[in-house]
Protein backbone atom coordinates (compact mmCIF):
# COMPACT_ATOMS: atom_id res chain seq x y z
CA UNK A 1 0.00 0.00 0.00
CA UNK A 2 0.86 3.61 -0.73
CA UNK A 3 0.36 5.03 3.10
CA UNK A 4 1.40 8.21 4.41
CA UNK A 5 3.89 9.07 6.89
CA UNK A 6 1.70 11.21 8.81
CA UNK A 7 -2.33 11.77 9.00
CA UNK A 8 -4.09 14.77 10.39
CA UNK A 9 -7.47 14.15 11.68
CA UNK A 10 -9.79 16.45 12.55
CA UNK A 11 -12.51 16.09 15.90
CA UNK A 12 -15.93 16.52 14.59
CA UNK A 13 -18.01 15.06 17.58
CA UNK A 14 -18.71 17.70 19.64
CA UNK A 15 -20.47 19.22 16.30
CA UNK A 16 -21.55 16.85 13.93
CA UNK A 17 -21.86 14.48 17.05
CA UNK A 18 -23.65 16.18 19.41
CA UNK A 19 -26.08 18.19 17.21
CA UNK A 20 -28.16 15.19 16.53
CA UNK A 21 -28.64 14.19 20.60
CA UNK A 22 -32.05 15.44 21.34
CA UNK A 23 -30.83 16.28 25.25
CA UNK A 24 -29.08 19.33 25.63
CA UNK A 25 -26.02 18.64 26.75
CA UNK A 26 -24.65 21.45 29.32
CA UNK A 27 -22.18 24.30 28.20
CA UNK A 28 -19.63 22.79 30.81
CA UNK A 29 -19.88 19.19 29.61
CA UNK A 30 -18.88 20.15 25.59
CA UNK A 31 -15.93 22.33 26.84
CA UNK A 32 -15.04 19.06 29.08
CA UNK A 33 -15.20 17.01 26.04
CA UNK A 34 -13.03 19.55 23.74
CA UNK A 35 -10.33 20.25 26.43
CA UNK A 36 -9.92 16.60 27.11
CA UNK A 37 -9.65 16.07 22.91
CA UNK A 38 -7.07 18.85 22.82
CA UNK A 39 -5.16 17.37 26.21
CA UNK A 40 -5.01 13.83 24.27
CA UNK A 41 -3.31 15.72 20.73
CA UNK A 42 -5.94 15.90 18.78
CA UNK A 43 -4.25 18.76 16.24
CA UNK A 44 -7.81 19.75 14.63
CA UNK A 45 -11.32 19.93 16.41
CA UNK A 46 -14.38 21.40 15.28
CA UNK A 47 -15.35 22.95 17.99
CA UNK A 48 -19.07 23.72 17.53
CA UNK A 49 -21.42 25.56 14.63
CA UNK A 50 -22.99 29.01 14.35
CA UNK A 51 -25.87 28.40 12.79
CA UNK A 52 -29.70 29.55 13.42
CA UNK A 53 -30.53 27.43 16.97
CA UNK A 54 -33.95 27.05 15.95
CA UNK A 55 -32.26 25.05 12.86
CA UNK A 56 -30.18 23.01 15.61
CA UNK A 57 -31.03 24.13 19.39
CA UNK A 58 -28.61 21.90 20.51
CA UNK A 59 -25.58 23.86 19.90
CA UNK A 60 -27.34 26.95 20.82
CA UNK A 61 -24.48 28.00 23.33
CA UNK A 62 -21.47 28.04 20.43
CA UNK A 63 -19.91 31.29 22.32
CA UNK A 64 -20.22 30.16 25.57
CA UNK A 65 -18.25 26.95 24.30
CA UNK A 66 -15.83 28.60 22.59
CA UNK A 67 -14.97 31.31 25.52
CA UNK A 68 -15.20 28.15 27.63
CA UNK A 69 -12.53 26.24 25.97
CA UNK A 70 -8.56 25.89 27.08
CA UNK A 71 -6.66 26.28 23.58
CA UNK A 72 -3.36 24.77 23.27
CA UNK A 73 -1.05 26.29 20.92
CA UNK A 74 -0.83 24.30 17.84
CA UNK A 75 -4.17 22.63 17.81
CA UNK A 76 -6.38 24.72 15.28
CA UNK A 77 -10.39 25.10 16.57
CA UNK A 78 -12.81 25.38 14.00
CA UNK A 79 -16.40 26.49 14.48
CA UNK A 80 -18.87 24.99 11.15
CA UNK A 81 -20.92 28.22 9.46
CA UNK A 82 -23.69 28.01 6.32
CA UNK A 83 -23.97 32.15 6.26
CA UNK A 84 -22.30 35.86 6.87
CA UNK A 85 -24.34 35.80 10.40
CA UNK A 86 -22.15 32.74 11.23
CA UNK A 87 -18.83 33.83 9.62
CA UNK A 88 -19.62 37.09 11.87
CA UNK A 89 -20.08 35.01 15.17
CA UNK A 90 -17.90 32.70 14.85
CA UNK A 91 -14.69 35.33 14.46
CA UNK A 92 -16.01 36.77 17.13
CA UNK A 93 -15.78 34.09 19.34
CA UNK A 94 -12.18 33.80 17.92
CA UNK A 95 -11.97 30.58 16.14
CA UNK A 96 -9.07 29.67 14.01
CA UNK A 97 -10.95 28.58 11.04
CA UNK A 98 -14.29 28.58 9.32
CA UNK A 99 -15.60 25.12 8.22
CA UNK A 100 -18.40 26.26 5.74
CA UNK A 101 -21.39 23.79 4.67
CA UNK A 102 -23.00 23.60 1.26
CA UNK A 103 -24.08 20.30 -0.82
CA UNK A 104 -23.61 18.96 -4.27
CA UNK A 105 -27.28 17.70 -4.15
CA UNK A 106 -29.96 21.10 -4.22
CA UNK A 107 -32.58 18.84 -1.97
CA UNK A 108 -29.85 18.60 0.77
CA UNK A 109 -29.16 21.85 0.39
CA UNK A 110 -32.97 22.97 0.64
CA UNK A 111 -33.42 20.36 3.63
CA UNK A 112 -29.92 21.42 5.35
CA UNK A 113 -29.82 25.56 4.98
CA UNK A 114 -32.84 26.52 3.62
CA UNK A 115 -30.66 27.74 0.15
CA UNK A 116 -30.30 26.74 -3.19
CA UNK A 117 -26.72 25.96 -4.13
CA UNK A 118 -26.47 29.03 -5.88
CA UNK A 119 -27.76 30.91 -2.72
CA UNK A 120 -25.35 29.30 -0.55
CA UNK A 121 -22.84 29.95 -3.03
CA UNK A 122 -23.43 33.77 -2.59
CA UNK A 123 -23.83 33.47 1.14
CA UNK A 124 -20.28 31.80 1.32
CA UNK A 125 -18.68 34.76 -1.06
CA UNK A 126 -19.66 36.63 2.02
CA UNK A 127 -18.25 34.30 4.27
CA UNK A 128 -14.99 34.97 2.48
CA UNK A 129 -14.74 38.18 2.95
CA UNK A 130 -15.58 38.21 6.84
CA UNK A 131 -13.02 35.47 7.26
CA UNK A 132 -10.62 37.23 5.23
CA UNK A 133 -10.86 40.55 7.42
CA UNK A 134 -10.79 38.55 10.19
CA UNK A 135 -8.07 36.34 9.30
CA UNK A 136 -9.33 33.56 10.00
CA UNK A 137 -8.98 30.62 7.50
CA UNK A 138 -11.42 29.12 5.33
CA UNK A 139 -12.37 25.19 4.62
CA UNK A 140 -15.01 24.74 2.28
CA UNK A 141 -17.23 20.93 2.79
CA UNK A 142 -19.48 20.00 0.60
CA UNK A 143 -22.06 17.31 1.74
CA UNK A 144 -23.89 14.81 0.00
CA UNK A 145 -20.48 14.41 -2.35
CA UNK A 146 -20.74 10.80 -3.21
CA UNK A 147 -24.33 10.58 -3.15
CA UNK A 148 -27.46 11.74 -1.97
CA UNK A 149 -30.41 10.29 0.37
CA UNK A 150 -33.05 12.04 -1.64
CA UNK A 151 -31.93 12.26 -4.98
CA UNK A 152 -29.18 9.41 -4.96
CA UNK A 153 -26.24 9.68 -7.12
CA UNK A 154 -24.33 12.83 -7.27
CA UNK A 155 -22.71 13.23 -10.89
CA UNK A 156 -19.14 13.97 -10.43
CA UNK A 157 -19.10 16.54 -13.00
CA UNK A 158 -21.59 18.32 -10.95
CA UNK A 159 -19.25 18.02 -7.45
CA UNK A 160 -16.56 19.72 -9.96
CA UNK A 161 -18.49 22.55 -10.68
CA UNK A 162 -19.52 23.05 -6.61
CA UNK A 163 -15.87 22.74 -5.92
CA UNK A 164 -15.02 24.99 -8.98
CA UNK A 165 -17.28 27.53 -7.49
CA UNK A 166 -15.86 27.00 -3.30
CA UNK A 167 -12.29 27.84 -4.67
CA UNK A 168 -12.95 30.95 -7.13
CA UNK A 169 -14.61 32.22 -3.75
CA UNK A 170 -11.04 31.68 -1.77
CA UNK A 171 -11.40 28.24 -0.56
CA UNK A 172 -7.72 26.67 0.30
CA UNK A 173 -9.12 23.88 1.58
CA UNK A 174 -12.13 21.18 0.44
CA UNK A 175 -13.57 18.89 2.40
CA UNK A 176 -15.74 16.10 0.50
CA UNK A 177 -18.54 14.49 2.79
CA UNK A 178 -20.17 11.80 2.54
CA UNK A 179 -23.28 12.87 4.62
CA UNK A 180 -25.15 9.27 4.96
CA UNK A 181 -22.70 6.64 4.24
CA UNK A 182 -23.25 6.10 0.51
CA UNK A 183 -19.26 6.13 -1.11
CA UNK A 184 -17.33 3.28 -1.50
CA UNK A 185 -13.74 3.03 -1.90
CA UNK A 186 -13.66 2.45 -5.63
CA UNK A 187 -15.76 5.66 -5.85
CA UNK A 188 -13.52 7.54 -3.50
CA UNK A 189 -10.55 6.34 -5.98
CA UNK A 190 -12.49 7.88 -9.18
CA UNK A 191 -13.73 10.62 -8.05
CA UNK A 192 -10.25 11.54 -5.94
CA UNK A 193 -8.25 11.14 -9.23
CA UNK A 194 -10.40 13.09 -11.02
CA UNK A 195 -10.38 16.29 -9.02
CA UNK A 196 -7.13 16.56 -7.52
CA UNK A 197 -5.02 17.10 -10.64
CA UNK A 198 -7.61 19.63 -11.67
CA UNK A 199 -7.06 21.78 -8.45
CA UNK A 200 -3.75 21.59 -8.26
CA UNK A 201 -2.80 23.28 -4.28
CA UNK A 202 -5.89 22.48 -2.77
CA UNK A 203 -5.72 20.35 0.64
CA UNK A 204 -8.46 17.80 0.81
CA UNK A 205 -10.09 16.56 3.46
CA UNK A 206 -12.43 13.22 3.71
CA UNK A 207 -15.65 13.45 5.68
CA UNK A 208 -16.86 10.09 6.06
CA UNK A 209 -19.71 8.59 7.78
CA UNK A 210 -19.93 4.90 8.73
CA UNK A 211 -23.49 4.02 7.83
CA UNK A 212 -22.78 1.07 5.97
CA UNK A 213 -19.27 0.50 7.60
CA UNK A 214 -17.63 1.95 4.32
CA UNK A 215 -15.58 4.86 6.02
CA UNK A 216 -12.17 2.99 6.95
CA UNK A 217 -11.75 1.40 3.54
CA UNK A 218 -12.76 5.06 2.19
CA UNK A 219 -10.38 6.31 4.49
CA UNK A 220 -7.62 3.66 2.99
CA UNK A 221 -8.72 4.71 -0.71
CA UNK A 222 -7.79 8.48 -0.12
CA UNK A 223 -4.68 7.54 1.24
CA UNK A 224 -3.84 5.65 -1.76
CA UNK A 225 -4.66 8.87 -3.40
CA UNK A 226 -2.99 10.97 -1.64
CA UNK A 227 -5.53 12.43 1.18
CA UNK A 228 -4.01 12.91 4.09
CA UNK A 229 -6.94 14.91 6.08
CA UNK A 230 -9.76 13.18 7.57
CA UNK A 231 -12.69 14.03 9.61
CA UNK A 232 -13.55 11.89 12.49
CA UNK A 233 -16.32 11.50 15.29
CA UNK A 234 -15.35 10.57 19.15
CA UNK A 235 -16.84 7.35 19.76
CA UNK A 236 -18.64 7.38 16.00
CA UNK A 237 -20.91 9.95 17.75
CA UNK A 238 -22.87 11.53 14.82
CA UNK A 239 -25.64 12.06 12.43
CA UNK A 240 -27.02 14.75 10.07
CA UNK A 241 -30.62 16.33 11.41
CA UNK A 242 -31.33 17.08 7.95
CA UNK A 243 -30.54 14.07 6.26
CA UNK A 244 -32.63 10.75 6.58
CA UNK A 245 -30.88 7.59 7.29
CA UNK A 246 -27.32 9.29 8.52
CA UNK A 247 -25.54 8.18 11.03
CA UNK A 248 -22.24 8.40 12.74
CA UNK A 249 -19.19 9.90 11.93
CA UNK A 250 -16.17 7.41 11.55
CA UNK A 251 -15.28 6.74 14.78
CA UNK A 252 -11.95 8.60 16.15
CA UNK A 253 -10.13 5.62 18.46
CA UNK A 254 -11.16 3.15 16.43
CA UNK A 255 -9.60 5.33 13.02
CA UNK A 256 -6.23 6.37 15.41
CA UNK A 257 -6.04 2.64 15.92
CA UNK A 258 -5.61 1.38 12.50
CA UNK A 259 -3.85 3.67 11.77
CA UNK A 260 -1.32 3.77 14.52
CA UNK A 261 -1.48 -0.08 13.81
CA UNK A 262 -0.11 0.51 9.83
CA UNK A 263 2.90 2.99 11.02
CA UNK A 264 0.85 6.09 10.08
CA UNK A 265 1.31 8.82 12.70
CA UNK A 266 -1.37 11.11 13.88
CA UNK A 267 0.42 12.40 17.17
CA UNK A 268 -2.34 11.46 19.34
CA UNK A 269 -2.45 9.29 22.61
CA UNK A 270 -4.88 6.56 21.56
CA UNK A 271 -4.89 6.12 25.38
CA UNK A 272 -6.16 9.03 26.18
CA UNK A 273 -8.12 9.09 23.52
CA UNK A 274 -10.23 6.05 24.64
CA UNK A 275 -10.75 7.49 28.08
CA UNK A 276 -12.57 10.84 26.06
CA UNK A 277 -14.85 7.88 24.60
CA UNK A 278 -15.64 6.23 27.25
CA UNK A 279 -16.19 9.89 29.32
CA UNK A 280 -18.53 10.61 26.17
CA UNK A 281 -20.41 7.73 26.23
CA UNK A 282 -21.21 8.31 29.71
CA UNK A 283 -22.44 11.69 29.09
CA UNK A 284 -24.48 10.37 26.44
CA UNK A 285 -25.94 7.50 28.31
CA UNK A 286 -25.98 5.11 25.56
CA UNK A 287 -23.67 2.41 24.15
CA UNK A 288 -21.53 4.49 21.12
CA UNK A 289 -20.53 2.62 17.99
CA UNK A 290 -16.67 2.93 18.58
CA UNK A 291 -15.05 -1.11 18.52
CA UNK A 292 -11.55 -0.21 20.15
CA UNK A 293 -13.12 1.08 23.74
CA UNK A 294 -14.60 -2.38 23.90
CA UNK A 295 -12.35 -4.46 22.37
CA UNK A 296 -8.87 -2.67 23.66
CA UNK A 297 -6.12 -2.04 21.19
CA UNK A 298 -4.88 -4.80 19.23
CA UNK A 299 -1.64 -5.10 21.75
CA UNK A 300 -4.11 -5.91 24.14
CA UNK A 301 -2.89 -9.25 25.70
CA UNK A 302 -5.07 -12.14 27.78
CA UNK A 303 -3.85 -14.81 30.49
CA UNK A 304 -4.79 -18.38 28.64
CA UNK A 305 -6.75 -20.29 30.28
CA UNK A 306 -5.39 -22.64 32.66
CA UNK A 307 -5.49 -26.12 30.64
CA UNK A 308 -3.36 -24.13 27.95
CA UNK A 309 -0.92 -22.84 30.39
CA UNK A 310 -0.12 -26.36 31.81
CA UNK A 311 0.02 -27.75 28.12
CA UNK A 312 2.34 -25.25 27.47
CA UNK A 313 4.65 -25.34 30.57
CA UNK A 314 4.93 -29.08 29.76
CA UNK A 315 5.92 -28.70 26.48
CA UNK A 316 8.36 -26.33 27.40
CA UNK A 317 9.90 -28.80 29.61
CA UNK A 318 10.20 -31.58 27.37
N1 LIG B 1 -26.61 32.07 13.54
C1 LIG B 1 -27.66 32.44 14.30
N2 LIG B 1 -28.84 32.81 13.83
C2 LIG B 1 -29.00 32.81 12.49
C3 LIG B 1 -27.96 32.43 11.63
C4 LIG B 1 -26.72 32.04 12.19
N3 LIG B 1 -25.71 31.64 11.46
N4 LIG B 1 -28.40 32.54 10.38
C5 LIG B 1 -29.67 32.98 10.44
N5 LIG B 1 -30.03 33.13 11.72
C6 LIG B 1 -31.33 33.58 12.24
C7 LIG B 1 -31.81 34.83 11.58
O1 LIG B 1 -31.30 35.96 12.21
C8 LIG B 1 -33.31 34.71 11.78
O2 LIG B 1 -33.61 35.01 13.11
P1 LIG B 1 -35.07 35.60 13.54
O3 LIG B 1 -36.06 34.54 13.14
O4 LIG B 1 -34.93 35.78 15.01
O5 LIG B 1 -35.20 36.85 12.75
C9 LIG B 1 -33.55 33.23 11.60
O6 LIG B 1 -32.31 32.60 11.92
C10 LIG B 1 -33.96 32.86 10.18
O7 LIG B 1 -33.00 33.41 9.28
P2 LIG B 1 -33.01 33.10 7.73
O8 LIG B 1 -31.86 33.81 7.11
O9 LIG B 1 -34.39 33.36 7.18
O10 LIG B 1 -32.67 31.59 7.72
P3 LIG B 1 -33.54 30.28 7.49
O11 LIG B 1 -34.64 30.16 8.46
O12 LIG B 1 -33.85 30.17 6.05
O13 LIG B 1 -32.41 29.20 7.88
C11 LIG B 1 -30.07 28.71 8.10
C12 LIG B 1 -31.19 29.17 7.19
C13 LIG B 1 -28.86 28.44 7.23
C14 LIG B 1 -29.76 29.81 9.09
C15 LIG B 1 -30.52 27.45 8.86
O14 LIG B 1 -31.12 26.54 7.97
C16 LIG B 1 -29.38 26.78 9.55
O15 LIG B 1 -28.83 27.31 10.50
N6 LIG B 1 -29.01 25.58 9.12
C17 LIG B 1 -27.89 24.85 9.70
C18 LIG B 1 -28.06 23.41 9.47
C19 LIG B 1 -26.94 22.60 10.08
O16 LIG B 1 -26.26 22.99 11.00
N7 LIG B 1 -26.78 21.42 9.57
C20 LIG B 1 -25.80 20.55 10.09
C21 LIG B 1 -25.38 19.51 9.13
S1 LIG B 1 -24.11 20.06 8.03
ZN1 LIG C 1 -21.08 14.78 8.69
Not at 108 to 126: D, F, G, P, Q, Y
Not at 162 to 178: F, K, N, S, T
Request: proline share 7%; charged share 20%.
Amino acid sequence: MRLPEHVTVCEVGTRDGFQIEPEFIPTEQKVEVVDLLTDAGVPRIEVTSFVSPKAVPQLRDAEAVMAGIRRRPGTRYAALVPNDKGAARAADAGVDVIHTVVSASESHNLANVNMTIAESIAKLRAVGQIAGRAGVAMNCGISTSFGCPFEGDVPVAHLETVVARLVDLGARGIGLADTTGMANPRQVTEVLERLMPRFPGIEWTLHTHDTRAMAIPNILAAMECGVTNFDASIGGLGGCPFAPGASGNVCTEDLVHCLGAMRVATGIDLTKLIAVAKRVQHIIGRPLPGQVMKAGPSTRRYAPPDSVSAKLSGATRA
